[in-house]
C-alpha cells in the first residue's frame, strides 16, 4: 500500500494563505497603533490645561485625566507618576518619578518643557540605551521650566513631555509652578 501525497504546490498554498492573514492582521495592528500614537502626541502638543494636584510626597490630591497618560507606543512598558509637588513653589525642588518595566524598551529619556510657540527646552537627559528597568526620580528646578530661568518666566503653568531619544513621547503633564 502507498501513501498519498499531496501535490508541492497545494502544500505551499495552504501554508501561504494563513501566513498572508497572520501578515496583514500585524499590518492593521500596526497602523492603529501608529495611528493612535500621531493622535496623542497632537494631544501632547497643545497648550498647558489643568493640572493633577500632588502633595510634597507624591500623593495625588486631585487628578487630571489628561495628564500623564502613557503613550500607546509605551503601554506596558514604562509609568509615569504625576510631577510633584504640584502646584510647586520656585524655591521647591519638583520630582518626576519615571518606572521603566519593560526590558530593553526605551532608548534614551528625555524631560523637557513645551512652550505654547512650539519651543521646547530640555530639562533632563538619559543616555542609556537601553535604560534598565526599574525606577528613576528625577529632579527638577521649577525656575528651569520658564524661558528665562527667573523667577518671573517660571511663575505659570507649564506643559512638560517625556519622550525618548528618538523624540517619540512618552507621556506629558502639566506642571503650576507659584
Request: charge should be negative; glycine fraction near 6%.
Amino acid at each position: 500500500m502507498t501513501a498519498r501525497t499531496d501535490p508541492p504546490a497545494k502544500n505551499l498554498m495552504a501554508w501561504i494563505r494563513p501566513c498572508a492573514l497572520l501578515c496583514i492582521l500585524i499590518l492593521l495592528v500596526g497602523c492603529e497603533n501608529s495611528t493612535d500614537q500621531k493622535a496623542f502626541e497632537a494631544e501632547a502638543l497643545r497648550p498647558a490645561e489643568n493640572f493633577t494636584e500632588t502633595a510634597q510626597n507624591g500623593e495625588i490630591l486631585s487628578d487630571d485625566s489628561d495628564d500623564w497618560r502613557i503613550s500607546p507606543f509605551f503601554g506596558g512598558l514604562v509609568e509615569v507618576r504625576p510631577a510633584y509637588p504640584n502646584p510647586v513653589q520656585t524655591t521647591d525642588q519638583l520630582f518626576l518619578e519615571v518606572r521603566v518595566t519593560g526590558i530593553d524598551a526605551v532608548y534614551g529619556l528625555d524631560v523637557m518643557v513645551y512652550y505654547p510657540d512650539g519651543s521646547v527646552k530640555v530639562l533632563y537627559e538619559d543616555f542609556q540605551s537601553p535604560l534598565p528597568t526599574g525606577l528613576s526620580v528625577i529632579p527638577i528646578n521649577p525656575l528651569l521650566l520658564g524661558r528665562f530661568n527667573t523667577v518671573e518666566s517660571a511663575r505659570d503653568l507649564h506643559r512638560m513631555i517625556v519622550t525618548d531619544a528618538s523624540g517619540t513621547i512618552i507621556s506629558y503633564g502639566d506642571v503650576r509652578v507659584q
